[in-house]
């Protein structure tokens, strides 16, 4: 499938609440907003399931958790879903992917979001960062970006190029993160259009999966 324009225009909005919709729109105007957000989601859901039958059935990924277009009183800001083995749905790493009004990213992740209730500490995850440097010269390094996961998603991320090569990077992020952690991806911009995501995503996942199975050891 392609990744259109109109994909991340989506989520170029003033106002995702409901109620606030309907102050401000007709209802027959906040319908045909819902059912915009249905088409795209759909498509968006498609391209989650034909990525996951393109990796490797040794990763356990045929089931990727997709996030809802809304969470009961909100459109969302962003499609998300996460790719986790099928042996490790209670930890806090994932792999995932996310669309917004500014890119397309694959990533890894950790989700601080219920954390208490799966495995996995912060501290374990982000010894990843120490494997980093050998971990890029598998890669396409140009192509990655890393950043604190307090940062916004809209913020402009560091390249990953940069911060390898830059100590002063390396002790902001530190700095930045606190007693979070970071986030590591492959990014496609807004407006560029892009043909067989799909394929270009389940890519990116096979090269992040290294960092992934690492952590099994981090625990």
Known sequence: MDLM??????????NYAFKQLKE????????QIKQEYKAHWQKWKEIQLQTAALLPDTYGMSKPKIESWTNG?????????????????????????????????????????????????VEGYNQ?????QEWSTQVAIEEYYIWPQP??????HLPLSVYLSDKSKQEEL??????????????????????NIEEKTAEALKELAPLY???????
């Open 5 to 14: 324009k109109e994909d991340y225009q989506l989520f170029d909005r003033d």
């Open 24 to 31: 401000i729109h007709t209802p027959d105007e906040v319908e």
């Open 73 to 121: 009183w909100n459109l969302r800001s962003h499609f998300w879903s996460a790719y986790r083995s099928e042996s490790r749905q209670d930890e806090n790493a994932c792999l995932a992917v996310l669309l917004n009004q500014k890119q397309y990213q694959i990533y890894l992740m950790y989700q601080h979001y219920k954390s208490d209730t799966r495995e996995g500490s």
């Open 128 to 132: 990843l960062l120490s494997l980093l």
């Open 151 to 156: 940062e916004n998603e809209l913020e402009d």
């Open 174 to 195: 530190r700095e930045t993160m606190g007693n979070r952690t970071f986030q590591l991806g492959k990014l496609f911009f807004s407006p560029n259009e892009y043909t």
């Open 213 to 219: 199975h690492a952590i099994k050891n981090k625990l």
